[in-house]
């Protein structure tokens, strides 16, 4: 019975000291305890971001090497779709675009880049994926 008495008695203490003593930090130093939850919060924002991005950039990807993305999609779709491009920029050459937009894999430099052509309409004319390693 004395054993009983002791262990229930032990037990009580246990989880009054574990209630008692698991809210020091935030008590003591709640200013960096908040700052600390914060950013384990943004890692978690940041690294949501750039999954939905790989995953767009993914199926852009795909949508173009199997032709489920027609030339003529107006500029408006393919971002609605696929999301922002990295950078738009006035089109170099003479193949009737005023418009090249560029979209990147996220983590780093070394990934493709798909480039996609755009009339004065905001209209695809064409697309390009360059690897990086062949880009002068």
């Not at 054993?3 to 229930?8: F, G, S």
């Not at 999609?73 to 999301?83: D, L, N, W």
């Amino acid at each position: 019975m004395y054993n009983n008495i002791m262990l229930k008695f032990r037990i009580f203490f246990l989880i009054f000291a574990m209630l008692s003593f698991s809210g020091c930090a935030y008590l003591s130093h709640p200013k960096e305890t908040l700052f600390l939850k914060g950013m384990a919060d943004n890692q978690k924002a940041m690294q949501a971001q750039l999954s939905r991005e790989e995953k767009q950039f993914n199926r852009l990807k795909a949508d173009l090497e199997k032709g489920r993305l027609p030339k003529n999609t107006q500029k408006k779709r393919i971002v609605s779709r696929y999301g922002e491009p990295v950078l738009c920029r006035p089109a170099e050459g003479a193949s009737g675009a005023k418009e090249s937009c560029f979209y990147r894999k996220p983590g780093g430099f070394s990934t493709p880049i798909i480039l996609l052509d755009l009339d004065a309409a905001g209209r695809m004319l064409s697309w390009r994926i360059q690897d990086p390693d062949k880009i002068s």
